[in-house]
């Protein structure tokens, strides 16, 4: 099959998991948008759930290719490394974003989970990896003397786990396809803004080293 027309066909796929959820999801709707007829999807999967299953597999390899092995860890200011991280998830969002869209509701919607255990665990693998690698090797003598640099980590880190769950209870409230990702991406610089300024050294301008 032609590229441009299998990516049509992976387009229209996430985009119907990702709006319904795997239960709600139509085949019928999938095809129409594809421009294909339902034979030729089933010809490539046997079924709705291995349908869904590649589709996740597609995503996983999309993100691990496109986002995560393009991550640098090197940037020993912690901050600054995590908005790196944040601008190299935000451009492979804008090359494609119905990965992404189709990954966070599979992070919702415990039935899809069900269908593929093994996938969701590769993603909780690759997640926890990432976070492990963006934590260490911290330049720490950036951070403010009267709190211990563990600490201050771990404020970080529930600071960051707290955003995370908010907007997962954004999005089990609204459509996926329309969440406004940028204006999120633009809320979170303003929250590194406050953790740099409350948990960093003070210079003598008033501005916070590593900026």
């Known amino acids: 099959m032609e590229p441009e027309k299998q990516q049509r066909i992976w387009d229209a796929v ?15 709707r999938i095809v129409e948008d594809a421009g294909i007829g339902k034979g030729m999807l089933f010809y490539y999967f046997k079924n709705k759930a291995e349908l869904f299953r590649s589709a996740l597999v597609y995503c996983l390899d999309y993100i691990e290719e496109e986002y995560v092995r393009r991550l640098d860890f090197s940037e020993p200011d912690f901050i600054v490394r995590f908005s790196k991280a944040v601008e190299a998830k935000m451009a492979a969002y804008l090359r494609n974003p119905l990965p992404f869209t189709f990954l966070a509701s599979f992070h919702i919607n415990r039935e899809a989970v069900e269908i593929a255990p093994d996938l969701y665990s590769r993603l909780q693998e690759m997640e926890n990896k990432g976070m492990q690698a963006l934590f260490a090797d911290v330049d720490v003598s950036l951070f403010r003397d009267d709190v211990a640099p563990e600490h201050i980590l771990n404020i970080i880190r529930w600071v960051m786990d707290g955003w995370s769950q908010d907007i997962i209870a954004h999005l089990e409230r609204e459509a996926l396809l329309d969440y406004d990702w940028e204006s999120t991406t633009k809320k979170l610089y303003e929250l590194f803004a406050v953790l740099r300024k409350v948990l960093y050294k003070e210079i003598q301008n008033g501005d916070s080293k590593g900026q």
């Open 14 to 28: 996430l985009r119907e998991f990702a709006a319904k959820g795997y239960r709600d999801a139509s085949t019928n």
